[in-house]
């Protein structure tokens, strides 16, 4: 099978096939459940009596067949090809592309799926269902997003219901729950049922069906799968399965005054002459409440009334019984907006307005433009007055950002300058309010939308601009499950589907994108000077080698960086420390025979956890106690080596014990707010010393950071990895960005015990350019990107030698068209992972059109013939296009 994130296998086709019999058989099955659920049944019947007619009516079979319509229909599940259902002649005026349907798939299961056309050309070799219901009075989806869809799945080697499960909000994506209904036949009868089941039964034989919660609550046990198949057995009920709607509309109480009341001089006597208030002076109180919170906030909320006012329920029921106030239900938004305006407070510097002039110039040229600036050159203010040009025109914009942690940040920059007419999207948002969003920018209703890569997919009616800031950024690729897409590249790509420009933002640019401007493909504007003409951090190496150590471990505060903490944190500044491990310690071993604790279902050492006191697998997450005993001499030392972001916090608040220490990593803000109240203490200065990981290195301003120390450089360079010293660079320039935004130069102390490495010297004099003149021949020499296009493929299998012989097979079948672009199959660094073991391939393609589709092809046809053998249909095949 093809992994597209577990949702089905080949069975399950197989089974789909199986289950579409004779249209006579399909016509008494449809007969039966359209008396269940009420639907129509005209056109069912209308093709049961052509069925039954005799051969001389063939030709009006024909031509009813003919008549026909068929949709082409996306549901979310990685099947082989979209299928296609019919449309029945009551829903062919409504049923729209982008509509959701209800439909059956196999012999009962339901799904809400996606129209993406509608046909009259009836498909070969396959009878038809019926297309169940229609879910949405207009379509939830426009053209180019569909167009987006089968792009995505097409480039990326990957389904379109792949697509549609990543992108749609999961409360669009309805499936069928079980339902249980009393079978009429069975009488009530139930002395042959045992305690569960006669309980069960009463409830059925009351209430006619039951949902599985309910089942459950009438047991009081979430077992009720026996209970249930006993039941069936026993012919007491069957399951129906029934699309079960997830989202609903949140509803707020509000308070309104009587419309008698409305009127001022009726008011006037309510306050000073009516006695019903006289006697009751909490009612009154509360009354005076209301009428301020009107005049001030406008709508009045039933708790924030109470809420400002003291009161309880029974004193505003009270006016209400007197009908001087009304409640009434309405239906609110779950994410509050500010009120829409356009306010631009501040001018460009004049490297800024030459930017800004040079990219509006290119933009016209080209469809894709590269903003190549310094850290702290004001690439933001540029995108603003970019935003402002097109939010004035009526248009949409899409700003993306490679991680959830940078929109807390900039929202609250954007927000001053769009108030309501920008919003926030990301998968950190509740089910519910991602529909909400989702519709608002459907409507048009919000101009801007910044957000993760999972913004792409928004239904954007009029988009004329995408900003990708940080493009350079991993971070953009998603990883599990399919699509496995670049959300960079996808946005280019749908951004034409409109006609609109993009925009590029970076200090470090990816490879790519740097070759495709500096060859035309892409327009290029440079900055290369900061803001207020502020000089670039001063960069200094500490060598390690020159530092007297107690053991062999590495050092993880050298004397001259404690020395400059010191002197930062004395000046009234702050200061950032990096390190790209996570945890206290990356692995412990023993101190007698070496052996190290590794994880039960990866082969990985494990990282100890201070905080929770436990062994951490950073691949599958499994959790152990910590190791005291080693399990090959039964010996009880250990040592820990190397030193995660634990250790360091815990290091800087003994040796400063007198600064305020904060650690910025995936273990330190899970919530839904902790990042945003993190960076909030930190911009405050509530925070002196911050240390993290990768977190604290992306696209994030800080006005008073003097000092930024790399603790270990020597970790960043020594990857298997053909973008590592690429890498490398953009992480050490953009963590050292961060020093000396405002208020003077900073400073940026690396720690490394190979000063002299050709990557610390660009680093050094911040030379991008150099660095990337060096690594594009070397590039160029051995066939990677920019000059090939990657396809990594990976087996996967829980026995070793089935991998193994899976791929070489797989490699085998393509080396005689694709052998040059060829590197593998080999087993990688990490060989096994939540238990499968794995193989990998890689091919580098030359960038001709024609090549690498057909290639994509070659590739799908030999996973299928490889699935035909029986002892390699379950070893999961994952095709990765453009691998970072």
């Not at 499960?165 to 139930?190: M, Q, R, W, Y």
């Not at 949902?211 to 047991?219: A, F, G, M, S, Y």
């Not at 029921?317 to 007197?322: I, N």
């Not at 956890?609 to 399990?631: D, E, I, M, R, W």
Request: proline letters at 4%; glycine letters at 6%.
């Amino acid at each position: 099978m093809i992994d597209g994130g577990g949702l089905f296998k080949v069975h399950d086709y197989h089974r789909y096939i199986g289950s579409c019999n004779s249209i006579s058989q399909e016509t008494s099955v449809i007969d039966h459940r359209t008396s269940v659920i009420g639907h129509r049944t005209s056109i069912i019947g209308h093709r049961a009596s052509i069925i039954h007619h005799r051969p001389s009516t063939i030709d009006s079979l024909s031509l009813a067949l003919h008549l026909m319509k068929y949709a082409e229909i996306i549901i979310p599940l990685h099947l082989p090809r979209n299928y296609t259902w019919e449309v029945p002649p009551h829903m062919e005026a409504q049923l729209l592309p982008g509509c959701r349907v209800e439909v059956n798939l196999g012999k009962s299961k339901k799904y809400a799926g996606v129209v993406k056309n509608i046909t009259e050309e009836r498909p070969e070799w396959i009878d038809t269902k019926p297309i169940l219901n229609i879910l949405d009075v207009e379509p939830v989806l426009h053209t180019e997003q569909l167009k987006l869809w089968e792009w995505m799945a097409s480039y990326y080697m990957c389904s379109e219901g792949d697509v549609m499960a990543a992108a749609l909000p999961a409360h669009f994506k309805l499936s069928s729950e079980s339902i249980i209904v009393f079978n009429e036949e069975f009488g009530d009868n139930f002395s042959e049922l045992d305690h569960d089941e006669y309980l069960v039964a009463e409830a059925l034989l009351l209430k006619k069906e039951l949902r599985l919660n309910e089942v459950q609550q009438i047991l009081d046990s979430a077992h009720v799968y026996p209970v249930i198949n006993k039941l069936i057995h026993k012919k007491v009920c069957y399951v129906w399965e029934a699309l079960k709607q997830t989202y609903s509309p949140r509803r707020e109480t509000f308070v309104v005054l009587d419309e008698h009341y409305r009127n001022e001089e009726n008011l006037e006597k309510l306050l000073n002459e009516d006695t019903r208030l006289r006697r009751a002076e909490k009612q009154m109180e509360l009354l005076l409440a209301f009428l301020h919170l009107s005049k001030t906030e406008g709508d009045v909320s039933k708790s924030s009334l109470l809420k400002k006012s003291g009161a309880s329920d029974a004193q505003l029921k009270g006016l209400a019984d007197k009908r001087i106030l009304q409640l009434e239900k309405r239906s609110v938004d779950r994410v509050r907006y500010l009120a829409p305006q356009l306010h631009i407070d501040f001018e460009l510097s004049p490297a800024q307005q030459k930017a800004l002039d040079e990219l509006q110039t290119k933009m016209q040229e080209k469809a894709v433009c590269l903003l190549h600036g310094v850290t702290s050159s004001g690439k933001t203010q540029i995108y603003i007055k970019l935003i402002a040009e097109e939010v004035k025109k009526g248009k949409q914009v899409l700003f993306l950002l490679p991680e959830i942690a940078l929109t807390s940040q900039i929202i609250r920059r954007l927000q001053k300058h769009f108030g309501g007419h920008i919003g926030i999207y990301h998968s950190r948002f509740t089910h519910n309010e991602r529909v909400e969003i989702w519709n608002k920018v459907k409507s048009g209703e919000l101009k801007v939308v910044l957000g993760a890569r999972s913004a792409l997919f928004l239904p954007f009616q009029d988009l004329s601009l995408v900003i990708c800031d940080e493009e350079h950024d991993s971070s953009y690729k998603q990883q599990e499950p399919a699509p496995r897409y670049n959300g960079r590249d996808a946005a280019i790509f749908y951004a034409s589907m409109f006609g609109a420009k993009t925009v590029l933002g970076s200090a470090t640019p990816s490879f790519e994108s740097y070759q495709n401007a500096v060859t035309g493909k892409y327009g290029l504007v440079e900055i290369n000077e900061r803001y207020g003409e502020i000089e670039l951090p001063a960069i200094e190496m500490v060598d390690t080698r020159k530092i007297d150590r107690k053991d062999n471990n590495k050092i993880i505060l050298t004397p001259s960086l404690i020395t400059a903490i010191n002197d930062t944190i004395a000046a009234g500044k702050q200061v950032i420390l990096f390190q790209n491990r996570r945890g206290y310690s990356p692995y412990q071993i023993c101190m007698v025979c070496g052996w190290i604790p590794q994880c039960r279902y990866c082969d990985v050492s494990l990282t100890y956890h201070k905080l929770s006191n436990q062994l951490h697998c950073h691949y599958c997450g499994s959790t152990y106690p910590p190791v005291h005993t080693c399990a090959a001499c039964g010996n009880h030392q250990f040592t820990q080596r190397n030193f995660g972001t634990e250790k360091i916090e815990e290091l800087l608040q003994e040796t400063f014990p007198n600064a305020n220490v904060a650690r910025m990593d995936v273990d330190s803000v899970r919530g839904k707010m902790a990042h945003d109240n993190l960076i909030q203490q930190f911009e405050q200065q509530r925070i002196d010393i911050l240390v993290g990981t990768q977190m604290v290195v992306k696209g994030l301003d800080f006005d008073h950071v003097g000092l930024v120390g790399i603790l270990d450089a020597d970790g960043l360079l020594h990857f298997a990895d053909f973008r590592v010293h690429e890498r490398a660079f953009q992480l050490m320039e953009q963590v050292s960005g961060r020093a000396g935004r405002k208020g003077g130069q900073g400073r940026v102390m690396i720690q490394t015990s190979q000063p002299a490495h050709p990557v610390l010297q660009y680093v050094k004099q911040h030379s991008y350019v150099n660095l990337f003149n060096e690594e594009i021949p070397k590039r160029k020499q051995f066939g990677y990107p920019p000059f090939t296009r990657t396809i990594h493929l990976s087996f996967r299998h829980r026995f070793r030698e089935i991998a193994h012989q899976a791929a070489q097979q797989f490699a085998n079948g393509l080396k005689n068209k694709y052998g040059p672009y060829m590197v593998g199959p080999a087993e990688p660094a990490v060989g096994r992972i939540r238990n499968l073991y794995l193989m990998e391939l890689l091919l580098k393609l030359p960038r001709d059109q024609k090549l690498v589709p057909q290639c994509k092809k070659d590739i799908q046809d030999q996973i299928a013939i490889l699935h035909q053998e029986k002892r390699f249909r379950s070893v999961v095949i994952i095709p990765d296009v453009d691998v970072v």
